[in-house]
């Protein structure tokens, strides 16, 4: 069985670690995160594409009998009041002028003007043009790290049981979306030690200041440390993998680990591919999954995508909706006669009363699983800019015996997330995995429902649009004069029509 990872091509680099599992939403990794950081004795680094101060970490009856403040400003100001050696560097993406309005403003000054002189916050706009800084990842202390989709902002917070109605989801005091992520967590000095190391690197590239650290002293976190409600994996190893044009920490420009890794492991699979993602318009990595459906010979494969029903927001319609919706239609097509089972769906959630939900579950999360030996998470979603010019980075775990350890706990993996989209407990399933989840989403029998895109106003746009030509959602370093000719050449008034319709018509 040919082994999917491969450093230098699809790997950063490989490390040791004592400990690592996957924290399932964010009710989940806010409270890891709130609990690690209370013991930090030394440094706390926290990169992300967006941090808000007043981002609630713990509620309800864990807020009431918390140790200290429960936003994230004022959580991280009182660990520096309280611990004199600790050092917090927070790095964010300085985003884009057309994310202001969403945005918590005069952040600088809110972050670190008002806080401990400990306490540091940069904005990071050293990325290539057209890009973003995507890295979500936590170190601490250089022995335990968190990475993956979910960042420390407003509008994450959920359970796993993704109510329609909750309480507590609220975010500046009013409710927001049902939101689904997936946090990694991983105890190692090797691997912690190589995110900080990259954390560094972006920190002098964005401020042009080198970052010093502590070395790791004695032990923060035990022998065996495990997140509360945390899904273990019984892995001894795990693979980093980046996105990032300019390749830091390392220099060597033009890293595509997270595309290639994509790529790889879907030619390798054998028996599975399952796929959280909260876009997929990637036309690598939708070609790798069309070749492989079309390839004979080998049992049938059973391919499983969850995603969001649609773009929630004009701007992900323009970047994403036409294009996901092409790679949907592809792909299903693709499917028709090979063999092989393709099902994609979206999820709604727990509903109170008749009739459907009227919103859907946010898929935001971005996991690919093969053949319950392989397990990827992190922040690259499948987009052409997520394997070309945003920075991403992912952990892979993979084991050449799906019935060892840890396949068994990929495995559990895998189901639990499945379980949870559909609203169940439990999950056993046979063989024919797809026609099963078909026949209970078509009676809507739990919360998983098949996808409806693309829909028929969708298909009369992709007849005269090609969306890979617009310049939203890049899979190379462009230049901008072919870009122009590009939209118009391809139809960007058919384009605009149908985003405009389809606004009149939520009205």
């Given at each position: 069985m040919p082994r999917i990872l491969s450093p230098g091509r699809n790997v950063w680099c490989e490390r040791p670690v004592q400990s690592a599992g996957l924290l399932i939403d964010g009710s989940d990794y806010y409270r890891a995160f709130y609990d690690a950081a209370l013991r930090a004795r030394r440094y706390i680094l926290l990169s992300g594409w967006q941090f808000d101060s007043d981002a609630c970490l713990l509620r309800g009856e864990e807020a009431e009998g918390a140790p200290g403040p429960v936003t994230l400003l004022k959580?991280?100001?009182?660990?520096?009041?309280?611990?004199?050696?600790?050092?917090?560097?927070?790095?964010?993406?300085?985003f884009h002028v057309v994310f202001a309005i969403e945005r918590?403003?005069?952040?600088?000054?809110?972050?670190?003007?008002?806080?401990?002189?400990?306490?540091?916050?940069?904005?990071?706009?050293?990325?290539?043009?057209?890009?973003?800084?995507?890295?979500?990842?936590?170190?601490?202390?250089?022995?335990?790290?968190?990475?993956?989709?979910?960042?420390?902002?407003?509008?994450?917070?959920?359970?796993?049981?993704?109510?329609?109605?909750?309480?507590?989801?609220?975010?500046?005091?009013?409710?927001?979306?049902?939101f689904h992520d997936v946090q990694a967590y991983l105890q190692g000095r090797e691997v912690s030690g190589s995110l900080a190391e990259l954390f560094t690197a972006r920190w002098s590239a964005a401020c042009g200041e080198p970052i010093e650290l502590p070395e790791p002293g004695g032990a923060t976190f035990g022998d065996d440390y495990a997140p509360e409600s945390a899904v273990r994996l019984a892995s001894r190893r795990v693979a980093l993998s980046r996105t990032d044009p300019r390749g830091a920490p390392t220099g060597v420009e033009g890293c595509r680990e997270v595309c290639e890794l994509y790529v790889d492991a879907i030619a390798l699979a054998e028996r599975s591919i399952y796929i959280e993602t909260q876009y997929f318009s990637s036309r690598e990595v939708s070609e790798a999954l069309i070749r492989r459906l079309q390839r004979g010979g080998g049992a049938p494969l059973q391919v499983v995508i969850v995603l969001n029903m649609r773009a929630e927001t004009l701007k992900e319609e323009v970047a994403v909706g036409l294009a996901q919706a092409k790679v949907i239609d592809d792909l299903r097509r693709a499917a028709e006669g090979s063999g092989h089972a393709l099902g994609i769906y979206y999820t709604v959630p727990a509903h109170e009363g008749e009739g459907e939900p009227p919103r859907a579950t946010y898929i935001h999360s971005k996991v690919m699983i093969v053949d319950d030996r392989f397990l990827n998470v992190g922040s690259a979603n499948l987009t052409n800019r997520s394997c070309a010019i945003?920075?991403?980075?992912?952990?892979?775990?993979?084991?050449?015996?799906?019935?060892?350890?840890l396949g068994r706990s990929i495995c559990a993996a895998r189901l639990g997330l499945m379980a949870e989209h559909l609203g169940v407990d439990d999950l056993r399933c046979g063989g024919d995995l797809v026609a099963e989840l078909d026949d209970r989403a078509g009676r809507r029998d739990g919360r998983l429902r098949i996808h409806p895109s693309p829909d028929e106003k969708q298909r009369a746009v992709l007849a005269v649009v090609d969306p890979q030509a617009l310049p939203f959602d890049p899979n190379a370093i462009e230049d901008d004069e072919e870009d122009?000719?590009?939209?118009?050449?391809?139809?960007?008034?058919?384009?605009?029509?149908?985003?405009?319709s389809d606004r009149d018509d939520r009205k």
């Open positions: 959580f991280l100001d009182s660990l520096c009041e309280r611990t004199p050696e600790l050092q917090i560097y927070i790095l964010a993406w300085d918590e403003w005069l952040q600088k000054i809110v972050f670190e003007w008002t806080t401990n002189e400990r306490l540091r916050f940069r904005f990071d706009s050293s990325h290539v043009d057209k890009g973003c800084h995507h890295q979500k990842f936590a170190v601490i202390d250089g022995e335990l790290s968190f990475l993956g989709g979910l960042d420390l902002c407003n509008d994450r917070w959920d359970t796993r049981r993704h109510l329609e109605k909750n309480p507590l989801r609220l975010s500046r005091g009013e409710p927001h979306k049902p945003d920075t991403e980075l992912n952990a892979s775990f993979e084991t050449e015996d799906p019935g060892d350890g122009d000719r590009s939209i118009f050449t391809h139809g960007l008034g058919a384009l605009w029509r149908r985003l405009v």
